[in-house]
């Protein structure tokens, strides 16, 4: 890296304030710069399966910089996962072919699981999904024990600058400046940049969402123990219900529900905790759901789905039809093909009855008014169907609503909306165009491109799941070609990088 005269090496006053940077202003900051081609910010699933898709198309990976809070690519989405109540062990939401450490998607998990423990059960499974089993789905430690041993293939250690990205401006000769704060004691410096011709956004979710009845409650009162969101660690409401039982009541009926429900009943049955479950839905749903094109099967309130969108979305008329539709119409659609559901798992489905059957577990339908401190718990007050006003004790509240947060609440991309052009989609997401060009950011001869949770409203539906985060770097190092940075893929250089991927040899 290089740096100017400069001493501080932080931002200024004038750094903060102006759009398009030069070099000439960040050496006046003395802030250290490097010139890499490709950058990526955030260093999760999303940058991880760019950046090996570019170092199978043939890019060196001195070419490439991951920008990254964390060393490993799957650190965040493991972290996030265990607290939801998904460890290692358990299975995610995920098909068999959607491989973020294997572009084509071949041999599978589900082969090889049936390979690792010399069974065809998965096999079986796979062949006779959905009507005679579940669809299958990898266990989430397959996922991140596989994604290991790529990124050790394509150097992945060597690509991460770790630290994280604070903001990403034009530079005023073309191209992009991704502003670092590295660790402490890494550089001499508090900040550090990237000057690049591309740069990518892959940050995840801007923050956990919390609905504002449940943030009121804990601002007001500081109680952070006994209301506690699914994203953030509360191993503590478990011990705690099993060691002296108690009332909890679960807010949300998509995937991440139904692991807390699963959690909680399984202190129930397995160590006999005096737990009693209230379960708040804010629609009933029974019977079908859904439009004619992709009706979703309903019972017992929970809309039930393999996946978080139906198959075509991923590649068929579905998706097709999507790529066709522009603003509001396309959000609608993508609204319309999702929803909150949850895959119907028999498991699940018979220990719920056994609940219901026993009185452990019981539903409620309505929308929440209030949550304030009861007689003997949090009273959460709750305006029924009927009209009617209903108050609901519990000793704890698990709120189970999603991950979506404002883009403003990520410095990042409040940045960005405020200095790169970046303009919101309908969704209230990043306007992307169907490369995944952030639209209004173009710096020429540069870039700027990103994929995941934040580009949603965009020509793909499923952005936020490993196969949809493969789509977008297909999408992506496919211009990428067309710009002269990687080499054309076709083919033949396919059959080649894959026998090198099966050996385990470096692209």
Same mark, same amino acid.
Request: aromatic content about 10%.
């Given at each position: 890296?290089?740096?100017?005269?400069?001493? #501080?090496?932080?931002?200024?006053?004038?750094?903060?304030?102006?759009?398009?940077?030069?070099?000439?202003?960040?050496?006046?900051?003395?802030?250290?710069?490097?010139?890499?081609?490709?950058?990526?910010?955030?260093?999760g699933?999303?940058?991880?399966?760019?950046?090996?898709?570019?170092?199978?198309?043939?890019?060196?990976?001195?070419?490439?910089?991951?920008?990254?809070?964390?060393?490993?690519?799957? @650190?965040?989405?493991?972290?996030?996962?265990?607290?939801?109540?998904?460890?290692?062990?358990e299975?995610?939401?995920?098909?068999?072919?959607?491989?973020? @450490?294997?572009?084509?998607?071949y041999?599978?998990?589900?082969?090889?699981?049936?390979?690792?423990?010399?069974?065809?059960?998965?096999?079986?499974?796979?062949?006779?999904?959905?009507?005679?089993?579940?669809?299958?789905?990898?266990?989430a430690?397959?996922?991140?024990?596989a994604?290991?041993?790529?990124?050790?293939?394509?150097?992945?250690?060597?690509?991460?600058?770790?630290g994280?990205?604070?903001?990403?401006?034009?530079h005023?000769?073309?191209?992009?400046?991704?502003?670092?704060?590295?660790?402490?004691?890494?550089?001499?410096?508090?900040?550090?940049?990237?000057?690049?011709?591309?740069?990518?956004?892959?940050?995840g979710?801007?923050?956990?969402?919390?609905?504002?009845?449940?943030?009121d409650?804990?601002?007001r009162?500081?109680?952070?123990?006994?209301?506690?969101?699914?994203?953030?660690?509360?191993?503590?409401?478990?011990?705690?219900?099993?060691?002296?039982?108690?009332?909890?009541?679960?807010?949300?009926?998509?995937?991440?529900?139904?692991?807390?429900?699963?959690?909680?009943?399984?202190?129930?049955?397995?160590?006999?905790?005096?737990?009693?479950?209230?379960?708040?839905?804010?629609?009933?749903?029974?019977?079908?759901?859904?439009?004619?094109?992709?009706?979703?099967?309903?019972?017992?309130?929970?809309?039930?789905?393999?996946?978080?969108?139906?198959k075509?979305?991923?590649?068929?008329?579905?998706?097709?039809?999507?790529? /066709?539709?522009? &603003?509001?119409? /396309?959000?609608?659609?993508?609204?319309?093909?999702?929803?909150?559901?949850?895959p119907?798992?028999?498991?699940?489905?018979?220990?719920?009855?056994?609940?219901?059957?026993?009185?452990?577990?019981?539903?409620?339908?309505?929308?929440?008014?209030?949550?304030?401190?009861?007689?003997?718990?949090?009273?959460?007050?709750? /305006?029924?169907? *009927?009209?009617?006003?209903?108050p609901?004790?519990? *000793?704890?509240?698990?709120?189970?609503?999603?991950?979506?947060a404002?883009?403003?609440? #990520?410095?990042?991309?409040a @940045?960005?909306?405020?200095?790169?052009?970046?303009?919101?989609?309908?969704?209230?997401r990043? *306007?992307?165009?169907?490369?995944?060009?952030?639209?209004?950011?173009? #710096?020429?001869?540069?870039?700027?491109?990103?994929?995941?949770?934040?580009?949603?409203? &965009?020509?793909?539906?499923?952005? *936020?799941?490993?196969?949809?985060?493969?789509?977008?770097?297909?999408?992506?190092? @496919?211009?990428?070609?067309?710009? &002269?940075?990687?080499?054309?893929?076709?083919?033949?250089r396919?059959?080649?990088q894959?026998?090198?991927?099966?050996?385990?040899?470096?692209?």
């Open positions: 890296m290089t740096s100017g005269p400069g001493s #501080s090496g932080d931002l200024t006053e004038r750094l903060r304030t102006t759009s398009t940077w030069t070099d000439e202003m960040l050496a006046e900051a003395g802030i250290p710069v490097a010139h890499v081609p490709f950058v990526s910010v955030g260093g699933f999303g940058s991880f399966v760019l950046a090996d898709r570019l170092r199978i198309y043939g890019v060196p990976p001195e070419q490439i910089k991951v920008v990254s809070p964390r060393p490993n690519a799957w @650190d965040t989405y493991r972290h996030l996962a265990t607290v939801s109540q998904i460890p290692d062990h299975r995610i939401r995920s098909d068999s072919a959607s491989c973020p @450490d294997n572009l084509w998607g041999p599978s998990y589900a082969f090889t699981e049936a390979w690792q423990k010399k069974s065809l059960r998965r096999i079986w499974q796979v062949a006779t999904e959905p009507i005679l089993d579940d669809y299958f789905t990898p266990q430690g397959q996922v991140y024990a994604t290991a041993k790529e990124a050790e293939r394509i150097g992945w250690a060597g690509m991460v600058q770790p994280r990205a604070r903001m990403v401006r034009r005023a000769a073309g191209g992009y400046v991704v502003l670092v704060t590295p660790p402490a004691g890494w550089a001499q410096t508090r900040r550090v940049a990237y000057r690049c011709r591309w740069a990518h956004i892959a940050v979710y801007p923050g956990v969402n919390f609905t504002p009845d449940l943030q409650y804990r601002q009162t500081g109680d952070f123990t006994h209301v506690v969101n699914a994203y953030e660690p509360h191993e503590h409401v478990y011990e705690q219900l099993r060691g002296r039982g108690g009332r909890v009541l679960v807010r949300g009926s998509g995937i991440v529900g139904s692991r807390i429900l699963q959690r909680l009943l399984d202190e129930v049955e397995r160590h006999g905790a005096r737990i009693q479950v209230l379960h708040l839905f804010r629609t009933w749903r029974d019977g079908t759901a859904g439009p004619l094109t992709f009706r979703r099967e309903a019972k017992n309130g929970f809309q039930y789905q393999a996946f978080n969108y139906a075509a979305a991923w590649g068929g008329q579905l998706k097709e039809k999507l790529e /066709r539709l522009t &603003g509001q119409e /396309r959000a609608d659609f993508i609204k319309a093909m999702g929803g909150t559901n949850t119907h798992r028999k498991a699940w489905d018979t220990q719920l009855d056994r609940a219901r059957a026993s009185g452990v577990y019981r539903a409620a339908v309505g929308t929440v008014q209030s949550v304030d401190r009861g007689q003997t718990g949090i009273q959460t007050t709750l /305006r029924t169907p *009927d009209g009617t006003t209903t609901l004790e519990a *000793d704890y509240i698990i709120d189970a609503t999603g991950l979506v404002d883009l403003k609440q #990520s410095q990042l991309l @940045d960005l909306l405020e200095h790169t052009g970046a303009g919101r989609n309908p969704m209230r990043l *306007d992307v165009s169907n490369h995944f060009e952030i639209t209004g950011t173009r #710096s020429e001869p540069g870039r700027l491109y990103a994929s995941g949770s934040i580009t949603l409203g &965009g020509p793909f539906a499923p952005v *936020d799941s490993f196969l949809g985060l493969q789509y977008v770097a297909q999408q992506i190092s @496919d211009d990428l070609v067309r710009q &002269g940075f990687a080499p054309k893929f076709g083919p033949g396919s059959v080649a894959w026998w090198r991927w099966v050996k385990g040899v470096a692209p």
